[in-house]
């Protein structure tokens, strides 16, 4: 019968409501290997949990995963806590994750190590550390103001170094506010400024307690810190990742504080030493002084000054001496160089070369003549020879053997019978014009014809 049937989704509705009601499914404690993971930012988590034989899908809810204190990663053996259903779109059953942690190691022992290896890798821990002043003035403490880190501190800065002004930045140093409450006021010290010192602390205490100290925020915070920062978190076998980061880790609150300050009462003993060595540096100076002042009172410098004025006198004359014998000796040399360049002038006296030269100068002067007259007498014999070549070209020449040339009344050249535009024409003579009317114009081929 066609009612016996089932649609798929009526079964995989009644799969699922199977599924739900089955206590043993409500609540599952479920070990397996993380497979096809591939973390989402701020979303739900899909992956799948596996063994030697079995898989099974998996999704953890955004809510239920920003819980957890590390990250998951491929590979890695969990424990989780979730239930059991049925995906009815696809009909696959699959676990809802509600709690996870790693198999083997704490969640946040896990989590430690992940951020430890991630800010190493960042180089954060091999960053230059900052020097504490060796005098501060103003100390900042930031932690518990019920906690007797405070206590401890105050009680050992007073102390060893009453002098130092200590200011409380309250915070909460455990809980899940604790670490956004830590930055924040590390931040607050470093914006009023005029400190000296951080000290970051609290005391001992699980890994759950010291877990503010672990986060990651509150690592960058004691990076950003222009302010020295002392760390001193828990016991001290415990090791933060705040201890790390700092520029200066302390095992107790009160290991803090004595490394915050100095002892006033030896600084005080250092002083008098130094003003002592100081005192006698000076005794040993002024010592030394008054026997160099000495030694030079008895020098003969001072005793007998004449003695340097005789030594003084003695030498200026032998150099005196010695100027006056170079002097003549260079003014003999010179003497004799100059009578040779003078005998040397008059063996190569110039008037025989003037004179040889005056005589060049006159002969080039008549074959200047000679030529420029040969020169323009061979132009104007040039000169005619052009003047009669033109004269035989010259219109006018030809017009003299009875050749005549005709134009018309506007004065236009007629070679051509076929150019002739009027009856009136003129003809031009060697002596004058003759002007003159055409009464018949006979071509070339007509009269060809005609006499042929």
């Given at each position: 019968?066609?009612?016996?049937?089932?649609?798929?989704?009526?079964?995989?509705?009644?799969i699922k409501?199977?599924?739900?009601?089955?206590?043993?499914?409500?609540?599952?404690?479920?070990?397996?290997?993380?497979?096809?993971?591939?973390?989402?930012?701020?979303?739900?988590?899909?992956?799948?949990l596996?063994?030697d034989?079995a898989?099974?899908?998996a999704i953890?809810?955004?809510?239920a995963f920003?819980?957890?204190?590390?990250?998951p990663e491929?590979?890695?053996?969990?424990?989780?806590?979730g239930?059991?259903?049925?995906?009815?779109?696809?009909g696959?059953?699959?676990?809802?994750?509600?709690?996870?942690?790693?198999?083997?190691?704490?969640?946040l022992?896990?989590a430690?190590?992940?951020?430890?290896?991630?800010?190493a890798?960042?180089?954060?821990?091999?960053?230059?550390?900052?020097?504490?002043p060796?005098?501060p003035?103003?100390?900042a403490?930031?932690?518990?103001?019920?906690g007797?880190?405070?206590?401890?501190?105050?009680?050992?800065?007073?102390?060893?170094?009453?002098?130092?002004?200590?200011v409380?930045?309250?915070a909460?140093?455990?809980?899940?506010?604790?670490?956004?409450d830590?930055?924040q006021?590390?931040?607050?010290?470093n914006?009023?400024g005029g400190?000296?010192?951080?000290?970051?602390?609290?005391?001992?205490?699980?890994?759950?307690?010291?877990?503010?100290?672990n986060?990651?925020?509150v690592?960058?915070?004691?990076?950003?810190?222009?302010i020295?920062?002392i760390?001193?978190?828990?016991?001290?076998?415990?090791?933060?990742i705040?201890?790390?980061?700092?520029?200066?880790?302390?095992?107790?609150?009160?290991?803090?504080?004595e490394?915050?300050?100095?002892?006033?009462?030896q600084?005080?003993?250092?002083?008098?030493?130094?003003?002592?060595?100081?005192?006698?540096?000076?005794?040993?100076?002024?010592?030394?002084?008054?026997l160099?002042?000495?030694r030079?009172?008895?020098?003969?410098?001072?005793?007998?000054?004449?003695?340097?004025?005789?030594?003084?006198?003695?030498?200026?004359?032998?150099?005196?001496?010695?100027?006056?014998?170079?002097a003549?000796?260079?003014?003999g040399?010179?003497?004799?160089?100059?009578?040779?360049?003078?005998m040397?002038?008059?063996?190569v006296?110039?008037?025989?070369?003037?004179?040889?030269?005056?005589?060049l100068l006159?002969?080039?002067?008549?074959?200047?003549?000679?030529?420029?007259?040969?020169?323009?007498?061979?132009i104007?014999?040039?000169?005619?020879?052009?003047?009669?070549?033109?004269?035989?070209?010259?219109?006018?020449?030809?017009?003299?053997r009875g050749?005549?040339?005709?134009?018309?009344?506007?004065?236009?050249?007629?070679?051509?019978?076929?150019?002739?535009?009027?009856?009136?024409?003129?003809?031009?003579f060697?002596?004058?014009?003759?002007?003159?009317?055409?009464?018949?114009?006979?071509?070339?081929?007509?009269?060809?014809?005609?006499?042929?």
């Amino acid at each position: 019968m066609e009612n016996d049937y089932l649609t798929v989704s009526a079964l995989t509705k009644y799969i699922k409501r199977k599924f739900d009601v089955d206590p043993y499914l409500n609540k599952i404690y479920l070990t397996g290997e993380i497979s096809n993971f591939r973390l989402r930012p701020n979303a739900h988590q899909y992956f799948s949990l596996k063994d030697d034989h079995a898989k099974i899908s998996a999704i953890m809810f955004k809510s239920a995963f920003n819980k957890i204190k590390f990250t998951p990663e491929e590979g890695m053996k969990v424990l989780v806590v979730g239930h059991i259903s049925v995906y009815e779109p696809s009909g696959s059953y699959q676990i809802y994750v509600e709690r996870m942690e790693p198999d083997g190691v704490g969640q946040l022992y896990q989590a430690y190590e992940q951020l430890k290896k991630k800010l190493a890798t960042e180089g954060l821990f091999s960053l230059e550390k900052q020097e504490l002043p060796k005098f501060p003035k103003q100390i900042a403490v930031v932690t518990s103001p019920s906690g007797a880190v405070i206590r401890d501190i105050i009680t050992t800065v007073r102390r060893r170094y009453p002098i130092a002004q200590i200011v409380l930045f309250p915070a909460l140093v455990q809980g899940t506010e604790a670490s956004a409450d830590i930055v924040q006021q590390i931040q607050r010290v470093n914006e009023i400024g005029g400190f000296d010192t951080l000290i970051v602390g609290r005391g001992g205490g699980s890994i759950e307690d010291l877990w503010p100290f672990n986060e990651e925020n509150v690592a960058r915070a004691i990076v950003a810190s222009k302010i020295p920062i002392i760390s001193s978190v828990g016991h001290e076998t415990d090791t933060t990742i705040a201890d790390l980061v700092a520029d200066v880790r302390a095992a107790t609150p009160t290991a803090a504080a004595e490394l915050a300050v100095p002892r006033l009462d030896q600084v005080l003993v250092d002083l008098k030493t130094s003003q002592n060595r100081i005192v006698n540096a000076e005794y040993q100076i002024l010592e030394q002084l008054k026997l160099r002042l000495k030694r030079l009172e008895q020098s003969p410098v001072l005793t007998a000054p004449q003695r340097i004025y005789e030594t003084f006198s003695q030498r200026l004359d032998i150099l005196t001496q010695r100027l006056y014998n170079q002097a003549d000796k260079i003014t003999g040399k010179r003497k004799d160089q100059f009578a040779d360049l003078k005998m040397r002038l008059r063996l190569v006296a110039p008037t025989y070369a003037i004179k040889q030269q005056q005589q060049l100068l006159t002969t080039l002067q008549a074959r200047l003549e000679r030529a420029t007259k040969q020169n323009f007498k061979n132009i104007h014999q040039h000169y005619q020879v052009l003047v009669g070549s033109l004269d035989h070209l010259s219109p006018l020449k030809i017009l003299s053997r009875g050749y005549t040339y005709t134009t018309d009344d506007a004065n236009h050249f007629i070679s051509r019978v076929s150019q002739l535009k009027s009856h009136s024409v003129q003809v031009h003579f060697s002596d004058g014009i003759l002007k003159a009317r055409v009464d018949q114009v006979i071509p070339k081929e007509k009269e060809e014809k005609k006499n042929g």
